[in-house]
C-alpha cells in the first residue's frame, strides 16, 4: 500500500488543476463536489496506509519519484518517507481537512460560480502542500511543501482581495512568514555544506559525528522558521490577522495544516535537537512565553475569531514546549488533539456568524444556545476540550506536556499551569457572552437567529466526537499499562519516553489533580462572572494593554515598518527619482541639446563650409606639428 503513498498528494493536485482551469464554466455544486472529493479520496488511501504502517513488523519506506537535484557530489531525490509520524499526519490533514472542505460547500454558497471554484481551487492546492511538506523523505521536499502553504495561505486569506485589510492581512503574513523562511534556508544550505546531503536519514546518522556548535546553530535557524510558521514569539502576529479569510480557511490555517508545520518540522529533527540542549531550552522558553503572552491578550479580545485565533497561538507554545523538554510524542499528541478541537471550535464561530448575519462582536451576541442548539452543544464541548476538562481530548495532551515539563524543570510547570488556568477562563468567557444570558444584538440579527444547514452542523459534529474521545488514544501509562496507543504508534521514530525525565506515579497524580482543579474552578468562575453580565465596558489599566495587544503591532510598526517605509521613500524619492532619473533624463536631455547646437552647422551656405573646412584643415595642421615635437 505505501507504494501508492503518490495519490495522497496527487488528489488534490488533481481537484486544484480542474478546478483551476475550469473554474468560469463549472457549476458550484460540481466544483465543491470535486475539491471535497478529493480530499476524501486522499484520507482513504492515508486510512490504508496508516493500518499498514500500524503493523509491529513494519519498517519506514522511502518512496523516490525521481531525482530532483543531482550536481557534483550532491544528489537530492524528489521521494515520500512513509512512517508513523508522516502517516498520522496525512489523517490529520485529510481526515479534518474534508471535514473543513465539506463545511465550506455550505459556507460559501453564497459566492458566484467562478469564485465559488477559485475557492476550493486554492483549498485544494494548501492540502496538497502541507502532504508534500509532511511526507518530503528530505529538507528541501519539506520546504517545496513549506514555502507553498506560506503562499496558499496569501491567497485564501486575501480570498477577499477587493477588502484592503484583507489584502494587508494576506501580505502580512506572507511577509513575516518569508522573514522565518530565510532562517530555515540557511540552515538547509549549511546542513548541505556540513553533510552533501538533505535526506533525514543521512543527515540523522552522522549528526552525532559533529560538533555540538554547529548542529545549535543549525537547530536554531531550523526554528526561526518554525516561530514564523507555527507563530511563536516574534513572529506570531500575522496569525490574528489572519482572521480576514473566511471562517473555514481559518480552521485549515489552525487546525489542520499550516501552523503544525513547525512543530513536524522540529519533531522530525529532533535527533538534531536532542544533540543540541541549548537550543531544546530555547524552544521551550519561547514556547512559555508564547503561552502567556497569547493568552493575555485572548482574555480582552471581543472578536469571536481573534479569542480564537490567540488562544492557537497559545497552545501551540504548548506543543513547543512539549518538543523543548523532549517530549516529542507528547507535543505531536496535542497536534493531534488540537486540531479536532480547534477546528471545531472555528466552525462553531462560522456558523454562529452566519446565524448572526457576519457579526463577529460577541458583546453583541448572548443568549445563542437557545437559537442554535447543535451549535452550542458542540462549541460546549470544544471550550471543555481546549480548557483541559477530563475525560475531554485537551486534558491528556495538555497533562502530558505539563508533566514532561515538570520532570524538566518545576518553574516550567508553573508557567504552564497558569497559561492553562487563563485558557479556561477566557474560552468559558467567549462561551456564556456568546451563549448564554439575554440576546444583546438588533431586533433585525434575532429575527435572522437559526441554526445552521447540515452540510455545516454535521462536521460540527464529527469534531465533537473526535474532541471528546480523542484524548483516549493517548492515555498516560499511570491509568493503565499499555494504554498510551499513540505512544506506542510513534515510539519508533520519536524515541517515546527516553527524552523525558521519570517522575514517581504519586507525583504524577498530584500534578494531574492541581492543574484540573484550577481549570475547572477557572471555568467556574468565567461562568459565574459573565454569564448574567457580559463584560461590556471598555477596558482600562492593564487589561486595555490586554485588549490592544500589548501594543506589539504598534512597536513592530515604529521599529520596522515606517523606518523602511521612510528607506523607501527616500530610494524613491532621491536616489531613484533625483538619482537615477536624474542621469538617465539628463543624459536624454544633453544629446537634445547637444543636437540643437549641432544642427546650427548645417546651415546650407558653401561659405560657411569652405570656412569650415580651412578651419579644420588649419587644427590638423598644428595638431601634426605638435606630435612631431
Known sequence: MSNYIYLVP??????????????????????????????????????????????????PVTVTL???????????????????????????ITGVGFLIHLYSIGYMKEENAPDYAKYF???????????????????????????????????????????????????????????????????????????????????????PKTTTGFLTAVTLLLFVG?????????????????????????????????????????????????????SQTVVAITGLATIILAALI??????????????????????????????????????????????????????VIHAMSGEQDIRHMGGLKKYLPVTHITFLMGCLAISGIPPFSGFFSKDEILTAAYGKNPVYFIIGVTGAMITAFYMFRLYATTFLGNFRGTDKQQNHLHESPSIITIPLVALAILAVIGGFLGVPELFAKNANLLSHFLNPVLG???????????????????????????????????????????????????????????????????????????FNQVIEKKLIDGLVNGTGRLVQYSSRQLRYLQSGQVGG???????????????QLFLRK
Open 10 to 59: 496527487l488528489f488534490p493536485l488533481i481537484g486544484f488543476l480542474i478546478n483551476g482551469l475550469f473554474r468560469k464554466s463549472i457549476p458550484k455544486s460540481v466544483a465543491g463536489l470535486i475539491g471535497s472529493a478529493t480530499i476524501l479520496a486522499s484520507f482513504i488511501v492515508s486510512a490504508g496506509i496508516f493500518f499498514q504502517v500500524k503493523q509491529d513488523d513494519f519498517q
Open 66 to 92: 525521481f531525482q530532483f537535484i543531482h550536481t557534483g557530489n550532491l544528489t537530492i531525490p524528489f521521494s515520500f518517507l512513509v512512517d508513523p509520524l508522516s502517516t498520522l499526519f496525512l489523517l490529520i
Open 121 to 207: 481551487c486554492y483549498l485544494n492546492l494548501f492540502v496538497f502542500f502541507m502532504l508534500l511538506l509532511v511526507l518530503g523523505s528530505n529538507y528541501v521536499i519539506l520546504f517545496i511543501g513549506w514555502e507553498g502553504v506560506g503562499l496558499c495561505s496569501y491567497l485564501l486569506i486575501g480570498y477577499w482581495f477587493k477588502n484592503i485589510d484583507y489584502d494587508n492581512a494576506a501580505k502580512k503574513a506572507f511577509i513575516m512568514n518569508r522573514i522565518g523562511d530565510v532562517g530555515f534556508l540557511i540552515a538547509i544550505f549549511a546542513i548541505i555544506f556540513k553533510f552533501n546531503s538533505v535526506s533525514f536519514d543521512t543527515v540523522f546518522l552522522e549528526a
Open 226 to 278: 518554525a516561530t514564523g510558521k507555527s507563530a511563536q514569539i516574534p513572529l506570531y502576529t500575522w496569525l490574528p490577522d489572519a482572521m480576514a479569510g473566511p471562517t473555514p480557511v481559518s480552521a485549515l490555517i489552525h487546525a489542520a495544516t499550516m501552523v503544525t508545520a513547525g512543530i513536524y518540522m522540529i519533531a522530525r529533527s529532533h535527533v538534531l535537537y536532542n544533540l543540541a540542549p541549548v
Open 298 to 351: 485572548a482574555v480582552k479580545q471581543n472578536d469571536i475569531k481573534k479569542v480564537l485565533a490567540y488562544s492557537t497561538v497559545s497552545q501551540l507554545g504548548y506543543m513547543f514546549l512539549g518538543l523543548g523538554v523532549g517530549a516529542y510524542t507528547e507535543a505531536v499528541f496535542h497536534v493531534l488533539t488540537h486540531a479536532f478541537f480547534k477546528a471545531l471550535l472555528f466552525l462553531c464561530a462560522g456558523s
Open 496 to 570: 517515546g519516553e527516553v527524552n523525558v525525565a521519570e517522575i514517581p506515579a504519586s507525583t504524577e497524580w498530584m500534578l494531574m489533580g492541581i492543574s484540573t482543579i484550577l481549570a475547572i474552578s477557572m471555568v467556574l468562575y468565567a461562568l459565574s462572572r459573565f454569564s448574567k453580565k457580559p463584560e461590556l465596558s471598555e477596558p482600562v489599566g492593564f487589561a486595555k494593554w490586554m485588549a490592544d495587544k500589548f501594543y506589539v503591532d504598534e512597536l513592530y510598526d515604529a521599529l520596522i515598518v515606517k523606518p523602511l517605509n521612510a528607506l523607501a521613500d527616500f
Open 609 to 623: 563650409y569652405v570656412l569650415l573646412m580651412v578651419i579644420g584643415t588649419v587644427l590638423l595642421f598644428v595638431v
